[in-house]
């Protein structure tokens, strides 16, 4: 059965704090993902990687940095935690596009983030 | 990729058949069709994909339009388990991003 783990289901967390969100896969997946999602707004991306060391700006990267130094292993990093970082994080993975037109993305269960 | 619209919400009655809009009248040739749906408290997941012609699965169909502008999903019996936001996504061949939207909430009723 494939899986995307992340670390916490709920993390509280306050101002100014640095905050580590981890995922792991355990599908040799090239791609890696971090979304955020708020009502209302969907889910919106905010970095994603397609290899090692690799990482690309999603829509929303401010206030955010990544890291990926293993393939399975994808971390968002929150530098200085703020109260409109309040928000729900999912991470996914998928094969590298091109190597199958299905690129099917699996999500971990999401971390809910909270920021006092 | 090309944007999609979807309507905010809709509701169903259990074991009736729902068929989920989508418009995308800036798709490209190679642009695929993809739906997620994600169920309360729950990541998203892969529900069905296609390029021109119909699909089916064992979850849904999916009902691509002629001139590839808008497509479909059909539910054909709604279950109380059905109840989840709908997400219609294009992408690419060489895309690996996704942009999901806001979706579509589905509401079955009993």
């Known amino acids: 059965d494939v899986k995307v783990t992340q670390s916490s289901r709920y993390l509280v967390k306050r101002t100014g704090e640095k905050v580590f969100l981890e995922c792991v896969q355990d599908m040799d997946h090239e791609n890696m993902f971090w979304y955020r999602q708020d009502p209302g707004l969907g889910l919106r991306l905010i970095y994603f990687?397609?290899?090692?060391?690799?990482?690309e700006k999603g829509d929303i990267p401010e206030g955010y940095s990544v890291s990926r130094e293993k393939k399975e292993r994808f971390s968002l990093i929150l530098e200085s935690a703020s109260t409109n970082q309040t928000s729900m994080y999912l991470c996914?993975?998928?094969?590298?596009?091109?190597?199958?037109?299905?690129?099917?993305?699996?999500f971990g269960p999401g971390t809910r983030l909270t920021v006092l | 990729d090309a944007k999609t619209t979807q309507p905010n919400s809709m509701e169903s009655n259990e074991e009736e058949p729902v068929h989920l809009p989508c418009n995308h009248s800036t798709i490209s040739g190679t642009d695929y069709i993809h739906w997620y749906r994600q169920l309360p408290s729950q990541g998203p997941e892969y529900v069905i994909h296609?390029?021109?012609s119909n699909v089916n699965n064992r979850m849904a169909s999916l009902a691509i339009a002629e001139d590839r502008k808008s497509s479909t999903l059909i539910l054909h019996r709604a279950t109380l388990r059905d109840a989840a936001v709908y997400y219609c996504?294009?992408?690419?061949?060489?895309?690996?991003?996704?942009?999901f939207g806001t979706g579509t909430s589905l509401t079955v009723i009993p």
């Open positions: 296609g390029l021109t």
């Open positions: 990687s397609y290899d090692v060391k690799m990482k």
């Open positions: 996504i294009l992408t690419g061949l060489t895309g690996n991003q996704f942009y």
């Open positions: 996914a993975s998928s094969q590298l596009a091109g190597v199958s037109q299905f690129n099917e993305q699996f």
